[in-house]
Every structure is written in C-alpha cells, then in structure tokens.
C-alpha cells in the first residue's frame, strides 16, 4: 500500500478517533463528575451522610469498573441502538465509551475531592454556607488541579477504548488498523496507526500536565 493510498485512511481514522474522544469525554466529565461528588458526600461523615446510597452507587460504580471494555461495548449493542439508532459507527460509539468510563472517572473525582482540606470547608459551614456553595466555593476549586488530571487520565484510557471500538464496528484508527494492518498483513500501515495513537496520548498528557501546573501555581498564589 502506497503512501497515497494510506493518507486518506488514516486522516479518516484519526477524524473518527478524535470525534469519539471528545464527544464520550464530555459526556464522561457530566456523568461522572457529579457522582464522584455524591460518592463523598453521601459517605460517612460526608455533608448529606446517606449509607444506603453511598452502597448502592459505590456498587454500581464498582460494577461499572470490574467490566472489561469489549464485553461491555457488547453488552450495551441493544442499548446503543435505542439511543443513537445503531451500533455501528463513531457517534454509536461514544455511548458505551461515556458508559464505560464514567465510572472510572467518578473514583477519580471522588480522590480529588477527598483530599481537599475540611477545615475550608468547615470555615464556609460557619459561615452559613450551603452544600451547593460548598461545592462551588470549594470543593470544586480546591480539588481543580486533581480532577483536570483525572480528565487527562481518562481521556488516555478513553483513546484506549476506541481503538478496541474499531474491532465492534467503531470505526476510527483501531478499525482502520484490523481491516488494513492485520487482515490485509500491511505492517507498516499498522505501525503509523501505533505511532499516530502515541502521539495522541503524548500530545493529551503534555496539555494535561501543563493546566494542572498552571492551575497549582495559582492556586499557591492566590
């Protein structure tokens, strides 16, 4: 295969990957973020203490996490197709990829938020500050750094999960690489998929790293 022959696929599966990325990421970040929050206040201790639901999303989550990518995108075909109209393509896709990382993403965000300091948020307490202006005042800011990393960990995993996709009918660089690198045996098409896959992670974990630095040092300036 020509160089000629390989440019419009791999733009096309490089389009498709991002397009998959984006969309299941957005919806990653607004599934998982506010479940991650319920995840600590409902604890014990949390400011809306509540066991019995703090199990049963700490099971759903759990449940969530314990499955392997693939057999969920499998599981989730008849949902998929009541959602979007179909299972194949890359906007089929960003159903079971949200589905499957919006749990993951919620412990993330349930680690960040755990680490930030009581004492701030026993200071807005005295002050008569509500649970949603706790949240907003500081939960979400304290814990900022930690939950724009957790997004760029996701987004990584995320890249991850639409390259197996490709194997279900997801289209994007993972499809592009079995139709064209594996079954047609072309080793150096499947090789540029690789690289052009690491180059989105580095590129990913670069600009992650660089907001989350950014926003520390403010925060240590503020």
Request: a positive charge; glycine letters at 12%; proline letters at 5%.
């Amino acid at each position: 295969m020509t160089w000629s022959e390989m440019q419009p696929l791999l733009t096309q599966g490089t389009l498709d990957t991002l397009y998959m990325v984006l969309w299941s990421t957005v919806a990653t970040v607004v599934g998982g973020l506010p479940l991650g929050i319920l995840l600590v206040l409902t604890d014990k201790g949390g400011l809306l203490q509540n066991t019995p639901v703090n199990k049963f999303v700490g099971v759903i989550v759990n449940i969530g996490r314990s499955l392997p990518f693939i057999i969920l995108l499998i599981a989730l075909i008849p949902f998929t197709t009541v959602v979007v109209g179909t299972f194949i393509g890359p906007t089929a896709m960003i159903v079971p990829l949200a589905v499957g990382a919006v749990p993951f993403f919620a412990r993330l965000v349930e680690t960040a938020i755990r680490e930030v300091d009581h004492g701030l948020v026993e200071a807005v307490q005295s002050m008569g500050g509500s649970i949603p202006t706790i949240i907003r005042k500081v939960l979400l800011p304290q814990a900022l750094p930690s939950i724009v990393a957790a997004v760029t960990t996701t987004v990584i995993v995320l890249v991850g999960y639409s390259a197996m996709a490709g194997a279900v009918g997801g289209e994007g660089l993972g499809s592009k690489a079995v139709t064209y690198g594996f079954q047609r045996f072309e080793t150096q098409f499947m090789l540029i998929t690789v690289v052009i896959l690491i180059g989105i992670v580095t590129a990913v974990q670069l600009l992650g790293d660089g907001i989350v630095r950014l926003l520390s040092r403010r925060g240590r300036t503020a």
